[in-house]
């Protein structure tokens, strides 16, 4: 069953080598049709809160069937004291696999290259329409809303061949999940696997981009 498998898995790679493609992109509000897939989900973080060693990002607070999205902090380095305070409030994408936790779809990040913070929440300001060319009164600018600065300026400064291990390794330790998991459906002589092959195809491509990254990134 072994060689079955390592078989099966080496099928699957050889059929995504032909092109790399990146996780589709969806509304936080369609976790639910995605569980068992590798996707990117886009959302505003309405509540966040950390605890232990996790940090919980919320979407929808008071909807116990929401997503949510479990940052394990002891994978990440660098965060400040508070890490909520880098994504509360502000529209996210969260990368990874959608599994589903006591009754609601969960998405667990195991590194900064998993998220992204594309943009702030509330309206955009339009600055007042000048009718004669006076100079505009100082006001004091309000601070960042973006990622704390010390982080940006950590990312910025991390080497390219740094950034592609980093997003390697979050790509091989999905597509191990997702391996294993099928392992354990073709150990267990189950006829319909589907599910989770089809999960396994598009992070095995995933993990094909990533190494072709270090290629590019490390000489």
């Known amino acids: 069953m072994r060689g079955v498998l390592l078989g099966f898995l080496a099928l699957l ?5 032909a092109g790399a493609r990146v996780p ?3 509304p936080w509000q369609e976790a639910e049709r995605h569980v068992g897939e590798f996707v990117t989900l886009d959302g505003v973080v309405a509540a966040a809160s950390t605890t232990g060693d996790t940090c919980v990002l919320e979407f929808a607070p008071d909807d116990p069937h929401a997503l949510r999205v479990i940052v394990v902090l002891p994978m990440l380095s660098g965060l400040p004291a508070k890490p909520e305070r880098l994504y509360v409030g502000k529209r996210v994408r969260a990368s990874g696999l959608v599994r589903r936790f ?5 998405m667990v990040l195991r590194g900064l290259s998993q998220i992204e913070v594309v943009d702030v929440g509330g309206p955009p300001s339009t600055p007042p329409q000048a009718t004669a060319p006076v100079a505009p009164p100082e006001v004091e600018k309000p601070p960042s809303r973006g990622l704390v600065p010390a982080i940006a300026r950590q990312l910025a400064a991390a080497a390219p061949c740094e950034r592609a291990r980093a997003r390697w390794r979050d790509a091989a330790s999905t597509a191990g999940e997702l391996s294993t998991a099928l392992g354990r459906c073709l150990e267990g002589g189950g006829y319909r696997c589907h599910r989770e092959s089809a999960a396994l195809a598009p992070a095995l491509t995933a993990l094909e981009s990533a ?9």
Do not use: H, L
């Open 13 to 17: 790679a050889s059929a995504t080598s």
């Open 24 to 26: 589709p992109v969806y």
């Open 211 to 219: 190494e072709q990254q270090i290629d590019a990134a490390c000489p």
């Open 102 to 106: 006591a009754g609601r779809p969960e």
